[in-house]
């Protein structure tokens, strides 16, 4: 098993910045590419960004430019760092992992889910 742990929400005003991460744990040699969806009420779970064990990254097309996905592989630690926030990236994060890159190329469901970090950007 895989445990996932995410820190780093809160409350932002628009424009600000906020750095989320996510300690790995368990049996990590499994996995492949880890990612960030998130989940706003009333709209679709959306993956935000993915990054594979080589780095290779991917974002979705509204957070482009703005954050970004990294990996301190020594620390088993994942990061998403936000800047120019809007209130529309408000919305519950949730830290995923799997052993293949293709859950996050077809937008599927990954193995592995952490329980959430709330990011509200309000003013």
């Known amino acids: 098993q895989v445990q996932l742990v995410e820190s780093g929400g809160g409350l932002v005003q628009p424009g600000g910045s906020l750095r989320l991460s996510c300690a790995a744990s368990g049996s990590i040699f499994k996995i492949y590419a880890m990612g960030w969806y998130r989940h706003a009420p009333g709209k679709q779970r959306e993956l935000v960004a993915f990054?594979?064990?080589?780095?290779?990254?991917d974002y979705t097309d509204s957070v482009k430019g703005r954050f970004t996905i990294s990996r301190d592989n020594a620390k088993n630690t994942v990061y998403l760092q936000m800047n120019s926030l809007k209130p529309e990236d408000t919305a519950v994060y949730y830290c995923t992992a799997d052993t293949a890159v293709i859950v996050y190329s077809l937008r599927g469901v990954p193995d592995y889910w952490g329980q959430g970090t709330q990011v509200t950007v309000s003013s």
């Open positions: 990054i594979t064990r080589d780095s290779v990254t």
